[in-house]
């Protein structure tokens, strides 16, 4: 039997932010159909009850869920695109930061929500949207470097569609070393944009990320 995250304490309901956080937690384990109020009350260590001083029902945390990935995902994508750079390989290295740092964009929970999709007509409609975009955005981020339209559409689509596909390849995290996955990072920006990283610009892109220089 599961522990309950937090001590049960009299009269305590919890906190909205709580209920939300058991509810992601079970969306990674379990899938959508591990999202039910009294698993979560169990795994909490609250009333069934106390759920419903947060949300209406389990559609209103769904849709807190639902929330929490646009923001974090579609959100923190698009301010990365837009990011000062001075080059399109900075800009694009820039984008890594993305792939590397789940606090900016969380990869298992994009997996678990694009499962969830295949059953959820609405929310399917919400993923083609967010996949529209963000390939805006990154073809906007071309542009914006010079990039004729249809090329920096392409380029965009490259870049998305290959990170998407490297996600929904592995559920678990990535099954390769951090380290030469980062080595390799600068090799796939000059495909992406067709232009060199420069030293300085790998210097700074591994400064961000230090396991890079050790190999694990």
Same mark, same amino acid.
């Given at each position: ?22 509810? $992601? ?26 759920? $419903?001083? /947060? ?62 999709? /295949? ?89 961000? /990320? ?7």
């Amino acid at each position: 039997m599961t522990e309950p995250l937090i001590e049960k304490t009299s009269g305590w309901r919890g906190t909205r932010e709580i209920w939300i956080e058991a509810a $992601y937690q079970a969306l990674l384990e379990n899938g959508i159909d591990g999202v039910k109020v009294m698993p979560l009350a169990q795994r909490l260590g609250l009333s069934r009850t106390s759920f $419903y001083g /947060h949300f209406s029902d389990r559609d209103d945390l769904l849709n807190a869920l639902i929330t929490l990935w646009q923001s974090k995902n579609t959100g923190n994508l698009v301010r990365r695109t837009e990011d000062y750079a001075e080059t399109i390989t900075e800009a694009i290295l820039n984008l890594f930061d993305l792939w590397l740092m789940p606090d900016l964009f969380d990869s298992k929970l994009e997996f678990a929500v694009r499962n969830w999709a /295949h059953t959820d007509a609405s929310l399917a409609v919400l993923l083609d949207e967010a996949d529209r975009v963000r390939a805006g955005a990154l073809q906007a981020m071309f542009e914006r470097f010079g990039y004729d339209a249809a090329y920096a559409r392409v380029r965009a689509d490259t870049i998305y569609l290959t990170q998407i596909g490297y996600i929904s390849m592995i559920k678990d995290g990535p099954s390769e070393p951090l380290g030469p996955r980062l080595q390799r990072m600068p090799y796939f920006v000059e495909i992406f944009c067709g232009k060199a990283v420069s030293e300085a610009e790998t210097a700074r892109f591994f400064a961000r /990320h230090p396991l890079a220089d050790k190999g694990n």
